[in-house]
């Protein structure tokens, strides 16, 4: 009996020390992989000429599943012909102001550019609201690119993911966005150029 209670207690310790210093009997899982990626716009897409880094923009990691891509599809399809519509309207109204004569038909023009605009924004903020809602719902973990662009995400279960980000260039009508597709492999590190060659465009 004694040396029942011995090896017992022998038992109980081991299991103790496991426990505590986070020991597992169970086959560790697969090795995790991570994401090492770039941001920046090119115009012809290659990084030796005009090159736009950007810095500190917020790049996000999304789970990736059909009902995410779906979604956004989904919300292209029902909005981008209405916004396209509402800017070919408000630049007519625009082309219309500048060729107006007269101080009522300036107002006129001028007050029909305004209605016209704000349509335009409105309808394209909504989308954008939408889209990133979607986006957020799906959101792992979140990272902004440094001095060079460069972003990481480590600590990645093997599989597919999805790189989101936005990127305005300041004084300009160039807005970027990514919905950038990652496969992650076991204990490798995977690389990502977000560039305006993998845009993807909003409308």
């Known amino acids: 009996m004694t040396h029942y209670w011995s090896r017992m207690y022998c038992f109980m310790a081991l299991g103790v020390f496991l426990v505590a210093?986070?020991?597992?009997e169970t086959?560790?899982?697969?090795p995790e992989g991570s994401i090492s990626g770039l941001l920046y716009v090119s115009y012809p897409g290659d990084l030796s000429f005009?090159?736009?880094v950007a810095n500190g923009v917020e790049v996000s990691l999304l789970k990736?599943?059909?009902a995410l891509e779906k979604g956004v599809a989904d919300l292209k399809e029902d909005r981008v012909a209405k916004?396209?519509?509402?800017e070919a309207?408000?630049?007519k109204a625009h082309a219309e102001a500048r060729r107006a004569v007269g101080k009522e038909k300036v107002k006129e023009k001028r007050d029909l550019l305004k209605r016209e605009s704000d349509a335009f924004e409105r309808l394209r903020s909504e989308y954008e609201k939408d889209v990133n809602v979607l986006v957020a719902k799906s959101t792992l973990k979140k990272t902004k690119t440094d001095s060079e662009g460069k972003f990481r995400f480590e600590g990645l279960a093997p599989g597919r993911y999805l790189l989101s980000a936005r990127f305005e260039i300041r004084g300009t009508d160039s807005n970027y966005f990514w919905l950038y597709p990652v496969e992650v492999k076991p204990g490798a590190e995977t690389e990502a150029q977000l560039s305006k060659n993998t845009a993807t465009p909003l409308y």
């Open 21 to 24: 210093f986070g020991v597992s």
């Open 27 to 30: 086959p560790a899982g697969e």
């Open 50 to 52: 005009d090159v736009m």
């Open 64 to 66: 990736s599943h059909g």
């Open 83 to 86: 916004i396209q519509a509402r």
């Open 89 to 91: 309207a408000a630049v």
